[in-house]
């Protein structure tokens, strides 16, 4: 265990870990008023640990099989348990144990996403993600709130639509809609203008307005776009269908005897 301690990409993952832990600390209010703004501020430092730890494990080359069971273990309590504390929180314990519900559909949606993740890793990069992964959800959650808080508002004044998102995020999360990866970022010369485009109006909109409003502009980009994709996809695909049906029926035809 004192060698586990002392790998360095141990160290980024057990910052997250910290970073989930303090997060539900100040969004309970423990040592006084609860502050949903730094508390979601956690969740979001923990998804930077997050992107670090795979990266100093491969540049160091002590990347283990340990590591990767204490990744999994961590974004269930930075990205799971953590949200689903600081949704309740925050904007659905008014509903009471319809808000416990909604809390722990997220959570618990969090859970079984990671445990198919795990049983279905090989070791490689996939191009797609099978359902959104849980540190864009939790990520969503963080962005959400701290865009609520800084704007100034104390309260949720409609607790429903928290409701609402804490289950279409957790529907997301098992279903088998596919989100891109960096892996699948080939982009072309027009992706790629239309990619420093939305750059730029994110920093735009951080400049203008908050850098919170950008960062749920952002993630809520993001997963609406798995859905989006999905739905354009199937289209093409029938398009294609019946494309192909429609030669068929055509060459199958007898053709036209002429005199």
Sequence with gaps: MIRHFCNPPNWFTSAGIFCGLYSIVLA????????????????????????????????????????????????????????????????????????????????????????????????????????????????????????HAAAGRLSVEHPWNVWCLALVLGFLMVSSIPYRTPKSLRMSRNMTIVTALFCASLLLVAMQYRVSTAFIVLLGSYVVSGPLEAIVRRKRVTIIDDEDWSLDEMASEEPIRRD
């Design 28 to 147: 309970t209010g423990v040592q006084g008023e609860p502050n949903f703004y730094k508390a979601a501020m956690m969740v979001l430092f923990a998804t930077v640990f997050d992107m670090l730890d795979g990266r100093v494990a491969r540049i160091t080359g002590r990347g283990s099989d340990f590591g990767i069971q204490l990744d999994s273990l961590a974004d269930m309590i930075s990205f799971g348990v953590a949200p689903a504390v600081l949704l309740y929180a925050w904007g659905i314990h008014s509903l009471g144990s319809l808000g416990l519900v909604g809390a722990f559909a997220f959570v618990l949606c969090g859970a079984f996403r990671l445990a198919r993740f795990n049983c279905q890793a090989d070791g490689g990069k996939p191009t797609y993600s099978e359902g959104l992964t849980i540190t864009m959800a939790g990520g969503t959650v963080a962005a959400a709130v701290m865009a």
